[in-house]
């Protein structure tokens, strides 16, 4: 291809040189990238802020979701809180979600597996939520336990699978993985409930 500008000698460019050398637009992603990626983790290791919040989250889904992902997960070796929050509304594919669920149940501790659950339940549903949970019994049970004190409590106030689950064979379900665990030694609910819960199973078998 001829290229004549501004006076300049004609040059010829090949295929390969146009491969070679980026577009200026191509550039200018990368640059942008990088800025982003400095200033999400200046955010999470700083103080949450509502309007620099928004602003991050707008820059992140201007990217595709590969992208996204790819700025966040890493952060989670950070300050978790802020990162998880981002997270939960950066819009990230189903799969990352289900990653990002699978980290908490390994690497969290106590009743942080909360926040982990809020971040990623609304976008993988109870279903898969359980059935991870199920595999947890034989990898983490004590996180899976405390995943499954948190289920009334999860993503509460926020107008999307908070109480009661939205289905009764969500909740048998729910119900078979707890006594489940107390059958393996790991205790979810108190006595009282746990007999409750064997009984409701025995009337749907």
Known sequence: MLVRAFGFPVVELTDAALVEYPLHGDLLSQSSSRDLASDLREYVEGRRDSKKELELLRRLRGLPRQERSALLLPLLGLKRGSVLVL??????????????????????????IRYWMDATVP??????????LRESMATNPRTGAM???YVPRVCRGKGQLSGPLPTRDLTL???RVIVQYHE??????????????KKILLSYK
């Open 87 to 112: 997270i939960h509304r950066a819009q990230l594919s189903r799969s990352d979600y289900l990653e990002v669920l699978k980290r908490g149940l390994s690497e969290a501790k106590g009743e942080s």
């Open 123 to 132: 976008h993988i549903g109870w279903r898969k939520t359980f059935s991870l």
């Open 147 to 149: 995943a499954l004190y």
């Open 173 to 175: 379900e729910c119900i």
């Open 184 to 197: 393996n030694g790991y205790r979810v609910v108190d006595d009282s409930t746990l007999a409750k819960f």
